[in-house]
């Protein structure tokens, strides 16, 4: 079975569906790229992926460790190129409770860097991660 099936519905808009589960998730191409802006745009995805796969591996090992990450969050802005134009860099930073051991927080740190999206990601684009602990 595929992964997605999705369908163009007009106006650089397109809509995805997960096979498996059928959620959907919208794309619109962005206001820079004469799009509405209305949706993630296909690099917004590829952003938000890393983001997600990094915390999803970090909640993999949190568990393994019988670690709670339930409050962290995590920002990711997307910087493209314009020549041509593509994503050049993606910066991901996390925000985790300051209780955690240092032991913990190298764990953590080296799970979310070594994600499946991390290590598939062209090696051009730059992949700045910080780790906030507060």
């Known amino acids: 079975m595929s992964t997605a099936s999705a369908r163009y519905t007009g106006q650089l808009r397109t809509e995805a569906t997960h096979n498996a589960s059928g959620n959907t998730i919208i794309t619109d191409a962005p206001v820079d790229n004469h799009g509405r802006g209305e949706a993630f745009s296909p690099t917004d995805l ?9 915390m999803t591996i970090m909640g993999i090992v949190a568990e393994r460790h019988q670690l709670d ?16 134009r593509r994503i050049r860099q993606i910066d991901v930073q996390f925000r985790l409770p300051a209780s955690l051991p240092e032991k913990e927080r190298a764990l953590l740190e080296r799970a979310a860097r ?12 730059v992949q700045e991660v910080s780790f906030v602990y507060e």
């Open 46 to 54: 590829v952003a938000a992926s890393l983001g997600a796969c990094m």
């Open 69 to 84: 990450l339930t409050s962290v969050t995590y920002e990711v802005t997307k910087h493209m190129a314009a020549e041509p």
């Open 114 to 125: 070594t994600c499946p999206v991390a290590l598939s990601l062209n090696p051009e684009i």
